[in-house]
């Protein structure tokens, strides 16, 4: 049961992180048009959601060969593991 715990504490850390760039810059951009549209007085919805939408692809573009390396690091690892998980 130890070994089942601390891999499933492994996945969420790993979601963690692997989802933490495209986060955080969705979080960044969105702050920078808040301000921007705050400073202007522009309340254009679009305005906030196309800069998101490229920056995360963007993102997406740039760290997904590293999140899918990771991503199946770990799967690699857990199939490596499954018959010591399943053994107690």
Do not use: C
């Amino acid at each position: 049961m130890h070994n089942l715990t601390y891999v499933i504490q492994q996945a969420l850390v790993l979601v963690l992180v692997v989802s933490g760039p495209p986060i955080v810059m969705a979080l960044v951009i969105g702050f920078i048009i808040s301000v921007f549209q705050a400073a202007t007085q522009i309340q254009e919805q679009t305005l906030s959601f196309a800069p998101k939408l490229v920056i995360i692809f963007g993102i997406l573009g740039l760290a997904g060969p590293w999140m899918g390396t990771t991503l199946l690091r770990f799967t690699f690892n857990i199939y490596d593991r499954f018959p010591a998980l399943i053994g107690h």
